[in-house]
């Protein structure tokens, strides 16, 4: 696809797309204070996660049955064998996961609270249903106490809100997620603003983003995909001072906060979207590439610079006959192609995807042990 040609941006979000594969497949899914500590290791780490990586963190911080199944064939075009390390995010995740696992357990201990999650659920989705089941599932697993209320499909928005301001006052909830989307006559502006910024896991409250824009301000929380993103980086030691940065997608939810993200890294960073005009010829020049548009095999081969770094968030659907369910998942990037010119590339799924629900379960540690002033 040449810089030349047609194309339809449908920026990927968290709030959206995070939402549409259930975790057993993986999908795009992602810090209150800092970040974790930059490590300086070789570039070409392999697929499983090399010793160096094995550190504690210290945490301070199914396609739905209506999406299009498209058919996008991509298909290598070099003849060298492919050479890109693989960044391994379902390995990084469980790592995270431990990590947590060992502070909740150390501040059940020390002050006897246990970080609290609570997620409202409107509607019958089987999707979101989903995703609630493994989220619960997810907090167990590291001793995370989960909240959830179900409320039926034709709940008023007023209904709504009265929740988030039950657990926006309650002192045993840490962390308050709201499963989108909404039905449709429920505004989704007003209800995630309803959200306490204290109690802001999924980052998307305004003030959230708009510390994050500013320099010298911290927010107290960072979107969940947009963390992972920049945690696998760092995981992996990628130096990201002074590197030439490509976003493609200008969502809300994840573009424009890994945009800012990288920027505050040192990072010169330029954001592709879909007025851009010759994509191809402005992304060829970053070290490293992250994409969230959900346009399956968008970013070929003859887009990436040799040895760049590639953070593939996207997760799209394509037709696939071998496949018992008929389709099988690819990312935004081509990922035979990428692999011959890229140095490293998340997978899809397997990449990103499991980040994001690390993210989630960091943050809403962070969120307690800021509340309680647990160190």
Known sequence: MGGSRSMIFADCSSSTTARLIPFGRSRLLCG???????????????????ASLRTT?????????SLPVMNVSCSATMASEASAKVIDGKA????IRDEITGEVSRMKDAIGVVPGLAVILVGDRKDSATYVRNKKKACQSVGINSFEVHLPEDTSEQEVLKHISVFNDDPSV????VQLPLPCHIDEQSILNAVSMEKDVDGFHPLNIGRLAMRGREPLFIPCTPKGCIELLHRYGFDIKGKRAVVIGRSNIV???????LQREDATVSIVHSRTKNPEEITRQAD???????????VRGSWIKPGAVIIDVGINPVEDAKSPRGYRLVGDVCYKEACEVASAITPVPGGVGPMTIAMLLSNTLTSAKRVHNFQ
């Not at 963190?57 to 049955?65: E, K």
């Not at 573009?255 to 800012?260: K, R």
């Open 32 to 50: 209150g204070g800092a970040l974790c500590a930059r490590r300086r290791l070789h570039v070409g780490v392999g697929p499983s996660l090399p």
């Open 57 to 65: 963190l210290t945490v301070h911080s199914s396609p739905s049955p």
């Open 174 to 177: 840490h962390g308050i997620l």
């Open 288 to 298: 490293i590439i992250i994409s969230a548009v959900g346009q399956p095999n968008m």
């Open 255 to 261: 573009g424009m906060p890994a945009a800012l993200l």
């Open 92 to 95: 990084v995740a469980k790592q």
